[in-house]
Structure formats: C-alpha cells, structure tokens
T-cell receptor, first 113, second 115 residues
C-alpha cells in the first residue's frame, strides 16, 4: 500500500538557518505529493504540491522537488523565520485510493530568534 | 468564501456517551473526507463521502463509528459509546471533485476528550 516516511523530529533551528525536512514515499505509479503545515491549535493548510516527476512546488520561500528516482519530496527553505514554527506533514494521494491523503508522521519545527 | 467549518471545536464526553462531530464543507464542494489525529501521530484517513454516498470507509473502525453526508446539511461523524482511546483531533476536509489534483481544504478540527 501507500506510505510516507518523514525524518524524525523535533527540529530546532535559529532564525535565518537553512531548513531541510526529508520525506520519502512508497506508492505504485505516479502519486501527487503535498506538504501541509499545521500551526498550533489549527487545521492543516496546503503549503505546496507537485503532481508529476521533476515538478517543483514552491510557496512562501519553501520548495520541494518531486524525485521519482529516489521516491522523495524533501522540503527546503533557505532562511527560516520564527513564524515558520509549526508541524509539517508530507502527504500523497493516488487516484486509485479515491483521492484520500496518506500522511507522514509530521515534523515539529521550532525556530528560535 | 467561508472555509471548511467544524463544530464543536472542543468536545468532552464521558466514557459510554455518544459524540457527534459536524463538518460543513466549503461552498461548492461536494466531497468530504474525515481524518483522525491521535496524540503525537500523523493524520489517518477514516472515510470519504459524497452527498448521500459513502465512497470509501476503509479507514473507519468496524464498530461504534459511522459517518453521513446528507443531501442537506453538514456531514456528521458519529462515535457511539466512546472510550478513552477515541480521544483525538478529528479533521474534516473538502474538495470540489474527487480527482487527486484538487487540493483538500481542511477545517480547524474537533478535539474530542473522553474522560
């Protein structure tokens, strides 16, 4: 079946540091890949997505590239801010799974000033 | 355009009581998904519904849990005879179609506490 594996957290960085959160997946065919962000006490918000191999999703300074050969979708940001502190979820969906999302375990990011 | 609405935001139930969680999708969205987030875990799919139809309930526990999305009104997730292990955040998401390229928009969640 489909599965998503994220790097274990929590991750703590200083402001303006470089961020990488690793995400790898297992799925047949070509899933669509997503990064969602969850701020404390809130629901999930879509951060970025990629729907085919070599696509790069980007938003608010965050980027992730769909790598079919390594089955990865790592999230990166060149310079994090305190306001980026949140939980980040990698997810995938496949048409054959009825469009339901399969999530990774989530990575808690804390950015200190 | 109002987002996905869920209520209540917080719900406390004693063991053995029933919990009813409501979800109103975004305007124009006819597909609803329910996910459960247990403490310190990621979200797990529960059920996928369209108006008056359950499309995929493969993530629903076999007993005590049910879901509906009537022609009129919100989608309801019902948990009968709650137990402590049901304590979790329950999120609803909606989309305009069921195809994988369409984003699912999430509500703020209902945090259920069973005492």
């Amino acid at each position: 079946g489909n599965s998503v594996t994220q790097m274990e957290g929590p991750v703590t960085l200083s402001e303006e540091a470089f961020l990488t959160i690793n995400c790898t997946y297992t799925a047949t065919g070509y899933p669509s890949l997503f990064w969602y962000v969850q701020y404390p006490g809130e629901g999930l918000q879509l951060l970025l997505k990629a729907t085919k191999a070599d696509d790069k999703g980007s938003n608010k300074g965050f980027e992730a590239t769909y790598r079919k050969e390594t089955t990865s979708f790592h999230l990166e940001k060149g310079s994090v801010q305190v306001s980026d502190s949140a939980v980040y979820f990698c997810a995938l969906t496949r048409e054959t799974s009825g469009s339901r999302l399969t999530f990774g375990e989530g990575t808690q990011l804390t950015v200190n000033p | 355009n109002a987002g996905v609405m869920q209520n209540p935001r917080h719900l406390v139930r004693r063991r053995g009581q029933e919990a009813r969680l409501r979800c109103s999708p975004m305007k124009g969205h006819s597909h609803v998904y329910w996910y459960r987030q247990l403490p310190e875990e990621g979200l797990k799919f529960m059920v996928y519904l369209q108006k008056e139809n359950i499309i995929d309930e493969s993530g629903m526990p076999k007993e005590r849990f049910s879901a509906e999305f009537p022609k009129e009104g919100p989608s309801i997730l019902r948990i009968q005879q709650v137990v402590r292990g049901d304590s979790a955040a329950y999120f609803c998401a909606s989309s305009p179609t069921g195809t994988e390229n369409y984003e699912q928009y999430f509500g703020p969640g209902t945090r259920l506490t069973v005492t």
